[in-house]
């Protein structure tokens, strides 16, 4: 069984747990040390026993609990070369124990096999991440800047997907933001529109995942309703829902639930 859940990060998938029930792996660290540990004490897990933390770029929402994770439990730590290097550069305390993985290749990680793939977004050399079992596959991509083969390859027989819904285009054109806001948001190099990630969330269903969970989802420019409303159009519109197919929104501000393949 393998089991997903994200943890109190204010855009829903900035610090996401991933477990087998023995192996457990932490994706990204964007909240705090002290944060991560309270989610994982209402899991029941001891922040002693993750195995390891995977980062999928350096972006300070994404990292922001790492070192003080690291300083109190020594952790191995996952990512891309490019990434590495902003993170050694940022963190020098970390340069003993980051384990650089291109993008394109894969690893071990306890009892978990992990595979890598490169994705799009405006960081030095982001990367998504697909863990398995061996019997399951949960996928994981946030911080999208445009939906690219090398993902979809990356997400194929998933049957657990964190996939990214990030912003209403037309609320974004018509919101009082800043250009250069705008111009992030709209212009294909920073996250997915709720409409991109429902693109996404398809391909992923019609590859055989069963458990969509939306994520990254943007206070200032985004409801978990209307993503979860263009989604959902999306994959109806597909074909009648099949049974055992689920999509949900992951919380902001809340630890689970505990999703499971």
Known sequence: ML?????????????????DGETHLLLDAGISCRRI??????????PESLSAVLITHEHSD?????????????????TSPGTARQLCYRIAALEDVVRPCPPGNSFTAGGLDIETFPISHDAAEPMGFAVSDGNRKAALVTDLGVVTE????????????????????EWVRS???PYYLKERILGRQGHLSNEDGGALALGAVQS?????????????????QR???AVNAILSAYGPREAGLTL??????QTGPVYTV
């Open 3 to 19: 089991t997903l859940t994200t943890l109190a990060s204010g855009s829903s998938g900035n610090c996401t747990l991933l477990s």
């Open 37 to 46: 540990c309270t989610a994982l004490a209402a899991l029941k897990i001891a």
């Open 62 to 78: 994404h990292i922001s609990g790492l070192a003080t994770l690291h300083k109190r439990f020594q952790l191995p730590i996952y």
């Open 150 to 169: 090398a993902v979809r390859r990356g997400m194929a027989g998933a049957q657990l997907v964190l996939v990214e819904a990030n912003h209403d285009v």
């Open 175 to 177: 919101g009082p933001y």
């Open 208 to 224: 055989g995942a069963r458990t969509v969970v939306l994520g990254h989802l943007s206070r200032e420019n985004n409801t978990p």
């Open 227 to 229: 993503a979860f409303n």
């Open 248 to 253: 949900s929104v992951a919380p902001r501000d």
